[in-house]
């Protein structure tokens, strides 16, 4: 167990749809990173967040949307949802935006 | 562009076999490379290589990172079935204050008993 923790566990949207995901990070470290992971890849880095602040982006489109709150936990909101969505988004929390980041057990999201 | 490629894509060993999973990468200014396992959900943190040649090693797992030939490897010795997972290797470029990874594909291993 890393004390990552994420909501919910499964969800189920159809396409056109919006969704936010959660995530609370370990006591103590206060950056928060997104990846989605479709089935059969390895996770893809959407963006990351220190301080409440975005701290760099991967190659995902504007609709992929985040938060991050003074407690350091995160959101990651997906707008105008598509079926090529679907994925498990894993966050990962790390203290300081230059240390190892441990995962979350992720939220499996479907897209019909 | 950054890239991490992990070999075999997948394997089927017999418990006690020793099995070595390889990762080779192509990344501008390098800062690390780490290993995770990933069985169900969560990856689960196994290594973070930043020197070459300074080999890692918990318990009967072990890694070596090659910032010259740019690939690393990760040896399970005495292979058990609860090794069985997916093992996957990423890359963090230095690149402003952002310490994202770069993953590859995954090696999915099987131990049969």
């Known amino acids: 167990e890393t004390g990552v923790t994420q909501s919910p566990t499964h969800l189920i949207k159809t396409r056109g749809q919006q969704v936010t995901l959660r995530c609370s990070s370990q006591s103590g470290h206060n950056t928060v990173s997104w990846y989605q992971q479709a089935l059969g890849q390895g996770p893809q880095f959407i963006f990351q967040y220190y301080r409440e602040e975005e701290n760099g982006r991967g190659n995902f489109p504007p609709r992929f949307s985040g938060l991050q709150f003074p407690n350091y936990s995160s959101e990651l909101n997906v707008n105008a949802l598509e079926l090529d969505d679907s994925a498990l988004y894993l966050c990962a929390s790390s203290p300081t935006s230059e240390e190892t980041q441990y995962f979350g057990p992720g939220t499996r999201l479907l897209v019909l | 562009e950054d890239k991490v490629v992990q070999s075999p894509l997948s394997l089927v060993v017999h418990e006690g076999d020793t099995v070595t999973l390889n990762c080779s990468y192509e990344v501008t200014n390098f800062r690390s490379l780490l290993w995770y396992k990933q069985e169900k959900k969560a990856p689960t943190f196994l290594f973070m290589l930043?020197?070459?040649?300074i080999e890692k090693k918990s318990g009967r797992l072990s890694s070596i990172l090659d910032k010259k030939e740019l690939f690393s490897i990760l040896n399970i010795t005495a292979t058990q079935t609860g090794d069985s997972a997916v093992y996957l290797c990423a890359v963090e470029p230095l690149r402003g204050a952002t310490n994202k990874l770069i993953f590859g594909t995954g090696t999915l291993l099987a131990v049969q008993p």
């Open positions: 930043t020197s070459s040649g």
